[in-house]
């Protein structure tokens, strides 16, 4: 890990969520970065979350890798409580776990439906409501939670993924206006296409110059984006918002796909299975 930037967090306590791999990882590296304690939490990403805690305790930082399966009840709970106990209280907490499933609508199992909601909304919210008195001890709590242009755009097969991601950003709103007058700001961030190491999983071949073209941009972003933007809405210059959404994308969600196309003509790779926002 690079030494501390300009230690705009120096003192705050961080919880990351789904922070073993890929945006929460960075998210948590950055925290760190920037001089906070950061409390690093797993489901099954040890390596990549026990990796990064090495990185900070490297740099003379405090972090600590604590495993959760945040589909089972009560899970959530245990996790805020474990790392608020680990950090001496809480500043800010950046609920990024997630789950992402595209699945055609008809053959969706109650099931399937049921473990991506519970980790999708029901694990950050109760993450959050565990770690409020915390939060309230605070002199300036933060929570962020990590959605997707998926809760804007619609895309076949992610009837249930998308349903959560634009449940966040309802929730995200609503427990803004609740907390504000308690000192606690809550924000969303909607990542586009970020490259992380499941994409290449869920797409064989996947080719990140050439998914690029279909983004205004010109390019896939990556984890350091959505990173920077945390610090940004954890921090006294992002002290006027509230309640928002901020979408991080590249300009894919504002530009009409089934006109011209922005580089190309449209349809070489939207009907491969390039997933943007996984």
Avoid: C
Avoid at 63 to 73: G, K, M, R, T, Y
Avoid at 110 to 121: H, L, M
Avoid at 154 to 180: N, S, W
């Amino acid at each position: 890990m690079e030494q501390i930037h300009n230690g705009r967090m120096n003192g705050k306590k961080v919880l990351v969520t789904g922070s073993g791999t890929g945006i929460g990882r960075e998210v948590a590296l950055e925290f760190a970065r920037e001089g906070a304690d950061v409390a690093l939490h797993y489901a099954h990403s040890a390596e990549g979350a026990k990796s990064a805690v090495e990185e900070i305790q490297k740099a003379g930082g405090k972090a600590e890798a604590l495993a959760a399966d945040l589909s089972q009840s009560g899970e959530a709970e245990r996790l805020a409580t474990h790392a608020i106990d680990f950090l001496g209280g809480l500043d800010i907490l950046v609920s990024n776990a997630g789950i992402t499933m595209n699945k055609p609508f008809g053959t969706v199992t109650p099931e399937q439906f049921d473990t991506v909601y519970n980790v999708n909304i029901r694990a950050p919210f109760f993450v959050t409501q565990t770690a409020l008195p915390a939060l309230l001890k605070s002199e300036n709590g933060v929570v962020i939670n990590i959605t997707s242009i998926h809760a804007y755009s619609a895309m076949q097969e992610h009837t249930v993924y998308a349903g959560t991601k634009g449940g966040l950003v309802a929730y995200t709103r609503t427990l803004a206006i609740e907390l504000a007058p308690k000192g606690i700001r809550v924000n969303a961030i909607a990542p586009g296409a970020v490259y992380v190491p499941n994409y290449d999983k869920a797409i064989p071949n996947f080719d990140i110059e050439e998914a690029g073209k279909n983004i205004p941009a010109g390019f896939v972003g990556l984890p350091v984006d959505i990173a920077r933007v945390a610090i940004f809405l954890a921090s006294e210059e992002a002290r006027y918002i509230v309640g928002q959404t901020v979408v991080v994308d590249g300009g894919t969600i504002s530009w009409m796909p089934f006109s011209d196309g922005f580089r190309q003509p449209l349809g070489t790779h939207f009907g491969q299975g390039y997933v943007p926002g996984l």
